[in-house]
C-alpha cells in the first residue's frame, strides 16, 4: 500500500506525457530534423522548474522525507565524459525515437515492439555495470 502514491504518480506522469505528445516518435523525428519546437519547449519548461525547484530546495534549505537536510552537490565543471554521454545518449534517442522515460509508457500504451528497446536499454544499462570500472570517471 506504500508503493501506491508511487504509482499513482507514475501513472499521472505517463498520461501527462502522453497527452503532450511527448512520447510520440513523430514529434522525436521533429525534434532532430529541427522541424517542430513542441519537443524543445517540453524540455525547456523541464529545465526551468528542475532549476526553480533546486533554487527553492537550497533557499528554504528543505528536508527529506526522513527530515535530513536535502544537499545537493556541485557537480564537476564540463568535461571531455558529459560530451560523450550526452552524444552516446542523444543518438540513441535519435534512433529509436524514445529515451528511457517514455518506453514504459508506451509498452503501457500497447506498443510492444518498444520491447525490443527496453531489451536494448537493459543490456547497455548491464554492459555499463561490468565497464564502469574500466572506463574514465
Avoid at 4 to 15: A, E, S, T
Avoid at 36 to 51: E, K
Avoid at 75 to 87: D, F, H
Avoid at 88 to 116: K, Q, R
Wanted: include cysteine; charged fraction near 15%.
Amino acid at each position: 500500500m506504500n508503493l501506491l502514491k508511487y504509482i499513482v504518480v507514475g501513472f499521472f506522469f505517463g498520461v501527462v506525457l502522453t497527452k503532450c505528445e511527448a512520447v510520440s516518435w513523430y514529434r522525436i523525428y521533429e525534434m532532430f530534423q529541427f522541424q517542430s519546437f513542441h519537443m524543445y519547449g517540453i524540455i525547456g519548461v523541464a529545465i526551468a522548474t528542475g532549476v526553480i525547484g533546486i533554487q527553492i530546495i537550497k533557499r528554504k534549505q528543505l528536508k527529506d522525507i526522513d527530515g535530513l537536510p536535502i544537499e545537493i552537490l556541485d557537480k564537476e565543471k564540463g568535461s571531455v565524459r558529459y560530451w560523450i554521454g550526452g552524444l552516446i545518449f542523444g543518438l540513441g534517442w535519435a534512433l529509436v525515437g524514445a529515451c528511457p522515460g517514455p518506453i514504459f509508457i508506451l509498452i503501457g500504451a500497447g506498443f510492444m515492439s518498444v520491447g525490443i528497446i527496453l531489451i536494448g536499454a537493459l543490456l547497455g544499462t548491464f554492459l555499463y555495470g561490468i565497464l564502469k570500472d574500466k572506463l574514465p570517471h
